[in-house]
Every structure is written in C-alpha cells, then in structure tokens.
C-alpha cells in the first residue's frame, strides 16, 4: 500500500499546498480549496478515486469539495464515489456546491445519482470494500474532527490524525494504528492559543508508549520543517510513504 502525500499546509501557512493525501491513488484524504492543483501537480488520475474522507468542516479541509465534483462532473466519474464524513457531510457539501455554482446548476443532479455521503460518528468502522475499512477516531478539536485507522482484514495499516490537541484517548489509537501514523504536527512551543498537537507533545507523550516501529509523520504544518533523525519525519508534497502489510 502506498500513501502520496498531496499537501502539507494548514490552515495558516508560509504558502504550503494544503494538507491532503491519497492512499492507493483511491482514498482521498481531504478536499482542501487547493485539491485540484495537487491532485494535477502530483499527477493523480482522477478516475481512481472511489472514496474521499473529510474530517471536518474547516475550510482548509472541505472547501474544494465544489472544485472536485464540478471536475469529475465534467469527466464523468466512472461510478458511485463514496464520501465520509461527520454529521451534517452530505448538507454542508451540498450547500457548498450550491454557493460555488448555483442551486440550478446540473451538478446538483448528478451528485445525487454519482455521490454517496456516508454520515459517522467517533468509534465507528466502515467497509471500503476488497477487504479494507476504516475505524473512526474522535479527535481534540473545537469542531467534531473525525481521524481513522485504515485496516485490512481488521489489521491496521495506516492512522490518520488531523487537527487536534494531545488527549490521552488517542494514545490507544496510537498503539493500535499500524505503523504509519500521518498526524498534524502545526504547534509550534511559542503558540498563543494551543490548538495543535506539537512535536514536543509527541516526544513526551506518544513516543516513550508506542512500538519502536511507529513512524510519525508529521503534516498540516505552519511552514516546511526538515526531518531530524528518529520516528518523526515531517512529509513534503509528492513524498510516497510505502506502507507494509
Ligand atoms: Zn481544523
């Protein structure tokens, strides 16, 4: 399995693509306002792509979702894409839609016939298909945010962590997530107002209790960081992260 990390800005940054990835060119990470860009720029075939994951409702996550679907609307998707998402996905998506190109525009129809909005909450699995699902995770963030370990026959492959604060309840997802855990990284030690996990949270915190075969990799971040040595990398655009089964 491998992960194409698409982006690796967040929400505020020095000019960094937004984060966003895709695992086997067909679980799409994110819709960032950005996404059609990295998706062009990393080359990734669109017509791959049979299930997108929104975490939350942040604009650096979903506002692309217009630009996405008015593209695969024009392509013709090749068949029923299904989105995740927290409550309220299919509505906000929708209203997204409407706000960028008009309730009268086609696209409104042909989402319905093309999209299907899947609804979760935290603790949640949900078949993918070929042997693949995906375990919600609940995250520390002002709005409900929704990460997920990516498993294969029940065993993890891959965990996503997006926005949030450290929270002891994540630590067992750590433990449990497979060996590749993709996770924001944008605190900074001088931040005013703390709203995202830093390295030195991950040092002190998840490091000493995971497996020695944990590798973080850290996104969603404020600037480029370079990888130091150890189990935190900081990933860039157009890295693939070969992830072992
Ligand atoms: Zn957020």
Redesign the pocket.
Known sequence: MRLTILGNGG?ISDGLPYNAFLVDDRLLGEVPPDIMSSLFRERIKLDGIRNIFIS?F?AD?CFGFPFLALRLFYNGAPGVIKTFGPLGLESRMLDLCALAFGNDHPLREWLGGVMEFIETGPDSEIDLGDGLSIKTIPMD?PVE?LGFTLRRSQAPLFTYMP?TLWNENLLPFIQNGGRTILIDLNGEPGDTHKVHLSEADLIEMALPRCGDDVVFYGTHLKQHKKTGPGRIRYVKPGDHIEIPE
């Open positions: 929400g939350h942040h996550h963030h945010t926005d």
